[in-house]
């Protein structure tokens, strides 16, 4: 069993930054593929990065390459999504996942606005 929880959500006005953590409970966080999901209100949740167990593989979605940055520490079990550049449309509710084979765990989000 794995427990996930997300903070850093805020509102924030575009072109700014905001670095989202997701603290993991239990002692095989290592093993877990990490990622951030989010979903806009009336769209389908969607990828926005994952990053395999050891850390070196990440994938991006295309609205975010170049802008977001994922990483981890498996030694403090945490992953973060540090977010630059940021537009409208990345407003969204930002979740965190860990999955593993038929394991699959997910966090309840954090909000992220991004407004003038």
């Known amino acids: 069993q794995v427990r996930l929880v997300e903070s850093g959500g805020n509102l924030v006005q575009p072109g700014g930054s905001l670095r989202l953590s997701c603290a993991a409970s239990?002692?095989?966080?290592?093993?877990?593929?990490m990622g951030w999901y989010r979903q806009a209100p009336g769209k389908q949740r969607e990828m926005v990065a994952t990053?395999?167990?050891?850390?070196?593989?990440?994938e991006y979605a295309d609205s975010v390459k170049g802008r977001f940055t994922i990483s981890r520490d498996n030694a403090k079990n945490t992953v973060d999504l540090q977010m630059n550049s940021l537009k409208p449309e990345d407003t969204a509710v930002y979740y965190c996942?860990?999955?593993?084979?038929?394991?699959?765990?997910w966090g309840q989000g954090t909000q992220v606005t991004v407004s003038s």
């Open positions: 996942r860990a999955r593993k084979g038929g394991e699959d765990y």
């Open positions: 990053i395999s167990s050891g850390g070196g593989s990440t």
């Open positions: 239990g002692r095989l966080f290592i093993i877990y593929a």
